[in-house]
Structures are given as C-alpha cells and as structure tokens.
C-alpha cells in the first residue's frame, strides 16, 4: 500500500476547471491537499506572500509555490514521476501538450460562459455538442484519451465532461463515445475523488 504525501496547499477559485485538473493530478500522484476557496477581491495572507499577483490555481508545498496551471501539472508529473502522466517520448509529448492547449484554450471557455447562468444558451450549448461529436471517435480508439494510461489529457478533460454532465448540455447520439470515455475515467478513484461532494458545493 502507497504512502499518501503530505504538505500541499491548493489555493484555486470556486468552479474552477484548472483548480480541479489540479486536484485530479494530486489524487492520481497519491498527494494529500488541503484546497483553499479563495475570493480574488479578498486573499488570504499567505497566498498573498508567495503570489502578490494572485495568480489562480497556486500550489504552496514544502518546497517551492507554484502557479500556471501548466507550470504545476508538469512539476507534479516530473517530482513525482510514478505514475506518469505525459509520454517520455519528446514526439508524443509535444503532442500531448499541443492537445492540452487546445482543450484549455477552445474547450474550456465553452464552459466558462455557461457556469452560474440563470438562463440556457443554446448556441454555447450547440458548439459543445458539435465540438464533443466532432472528436467523438477519438474517445473510442483507446481506453483513455489517446491512450491506453490515463495522462494530463485526462486529468484535463474531465473537469469539462463533469461541466457538460452537471449542466445538463443535451448531446446526440453521435457523442456517445465521449459519455462512455466519462463513464471509464469515473471508475477511477482519483476521479471520483476529486468530484466527490463538488455539486453539494455549487
């Protein structure tokens, strides 16, 4: 049995898709992590110390805080290589980052608007179904997203399938690859760790 590791400190905004493809990383890396739920216009002090800009998600450890979302996922992934989560192949790892940007930049702003609306939108709601069924057979070559090991890839779609899911974004039948590929990664305790209690809190 795996020793947790100690001594991590989330700071991240609520709803927060990098705070939570964070959290998943931590879980899969067997990090244990106090998350704080920090309000911009208001700091706690210690965040403030490491981080007078007040960059979100930041990770505070023994060592080193850490902020940019992708500056933490790759620490995390080369001080605690096992499991590994990017390829160490140089080829397939600039892949992998490439796909990451793209999820972050096109995806994740699809979400974003639609997170505390009062009212559907349905044409935000049109582009996210287009989106999923235009990528759909990537999700049913291999058990993960391009893979057959779970990776940052992962660790990053899921917070937006999760927004998708909770939202109650109507998808076709045509997207039914990508519920399977949710259905998969939620059998993974790092997942469902993560998102255990996160509706309660919305």
């Not at 001594?7 to 899969?28: I, M, Q, Y």
């Not at 979302?69 to 590994?84: A, C, G, N, Q, S």
């Not at 291999?142 to 660790?155: G, K, P």
Request: charged share 25%; with cysteine.
């Amino acid at each position: 049995m795996s020793t947790r590791r100690t001594g991590f400190t989330l700071f991240t905004e609520k709803n927060s898709l990098d705070g939570d493809r964070v959290k998943v990383t931590l879980l899969e890396k067997n990090i244990t992590c106090e998350t704080v739920i920090v309000d911009p216009n208001n700091p706690p002090g210690d965040l403030l110390e490491v981080n007078p800009q007040i960059i979100l998600p930041t990770l505070i450890t023994r060592e080193i805080a850490i902020y940019h979302t992708d500056t933490i996922l790759e620490f995390l992934d080369e001080r605690f290589p096992h499991p590994p989560l990017l390829p160490n192949d140089p080829i397939l790892r600039a892949k992998f980052r490439l796909t990451l940007k793209t999820i972050v930049n096109d995806w994740y702003p699809l979400v974003e608007k639609l997170i505390g609306r009062k009212t559907a939108d349905n044409k935000t709601n049109k582009a996210i179904a287009d989106l999923l069924v235009a990528y759909s057979p990537l999700f049913s070559q291999t058990n993960y997203f391009q893979s057959d090991d779970f990776s940052l890839i992962d660790a990053t779609i899921v917070p937006f399938l999760w927004w998708v899911k909770f939202l109650e974004i109507p998808l076709p039948k045509k997207a039914q690859p990508v519920l399977d590929y949710y259905d998969r990664l939620f059998e993974k305790e790092s997942v469902k760790m993560a998102f255990d209690k996160k509706e309660k809190t919305i």
